[in-house]
């Protein structure tokens, strides 16, 4: 989807990520009217489907597959250099988080939520008394089985994790968020985010967020001591923030809320964020 001008004038272009088990016809209505009412291109690539054989799930292949999507959509459009906008949601934010950091250049800003960002970590949480439930199946369908089951098994767990790559993406504006019920009354807990957002704070040089108050998060669903900047009042989400962090261009913001996103919390903040992108060589 793309305005009439989209042709004539510089327009911004938001790349929109499907969930962890379906594909690109997923109905991201929401997306889409919120870059409809901004005036917006939108697109919705296909980047090899549900994450459960090894060509997708932040495979290389996946990862330009959204390359190819952004850049078929470069030589169709005027896109704004300045204002290419990356959002997805649990699976859609693990790759939202991989691609920030595997290709930083490519994007303006980043909205991620609720999203794998350890899959070795994920796997393990998804199995219980040495049972793998259905997502930890998944993970080793991409994978090649379970974490330390070969060397080359535990390499496709390290490269489709953003959580050893996020360093990179450091001056990207990044929006990293999760509802604090989520691992509980959904699939990815918030250690994911709170610990992909750390990678990026120390490498940055800024302060990290211990794991006593990621653990307290988890269990008391509030912090007892809240900063000043956890008692933001943010209208743009319609829930209480529980924690929001910042550290350089990166946020981090724990919700009262569960396995979810906030488009128009994540497109307003999107749309305030300008950064200059490299466009691939004809």
């Known amino acids: 989807m793309a305005p009439s001008e989209a042709t004539e004038h510089p327009t911004p272009i938001l790349v929109s990520l499907h969930t962890w088990s379906s ?3 997923q109905d991201r209505s929401r997306w889409l009217s919120e870059a409809h009412d901004r005036g ?3 697109i919705q690539p296909n980047f090899r489907g549900a994450n459960n054989h090894p060509e997708a799930c932040g495979s290389p292949l996946a990862r330009q597959d959204i390359l190819d999507a952004l850049d078929w959509a470069i030589d169709k459009y005027q896109v704004d250099p300045k204002r290419v906008y990356l959002a997805g949601v649990s699976g859609g934010g693990h790759m939202s988080l991989l691609m920030a950091a595997r290709h930083p250049d490519r994007f303006s800003a980043v909205s991620a939520w609720v999203g794998i960002t350890d899959l070795a970590e994920w796997y393990r949480f ?3 008394d040495g049972e793998p439930g259905g997502y930890a199946q998944m993970v080793a369908a991409s994978c090649g089985g379970a974490p330390g089951d070969s060397e080359e ?6 490269d489709r994790s953003s959580i050893h790559f996020l360093q990179s993406a450091v001056g990207l504006p ?8 989520d691992g509980k009354t959904g699939s990815v807990p918030i250690h994911h985010s709170l610990r992909a957002y750390n990678v990026v704070a120390n490498a940055g040089g800024h ?3 211990p794991e006593a108050i990621m653990d307290e998060l988890w269990e008391q669903e ?3 001591s809240p900063q000043a900047s956890d008692l933001t009042a943010d209208p743009t989400y319609e829930k209480a923030i529980l924690l929001r962090r910042s550290a350089g261009a990166a946020r981090v913001t724990i919700f009262d809320g569960g396995h ?3 488009p128009s919390a994540a497109c307003t903040w999107l749309s305030e964020q300008a950064r200059l992108t490299s466009v691939p060589a004809d």
Do not use: F, M, S
């Open 23 to 25: 594909d690109y016809t």
């Open 40 to 42: 917006w291109i939108y």
């Open 126 to 128: 998804h199995t219980k």
């Open 153 to 158: 098994v535990d390499r496709e767990y390290y």
């Open 174 to 181: 990044l929006d990293i968020n999760a509802g604090v019920k």
């Open 207 to 209: 302060p990290t967020i």
């Open 222 to 224: 509030r912090l007892a």
């Open 260 to 262: 979810e996103a906030l």
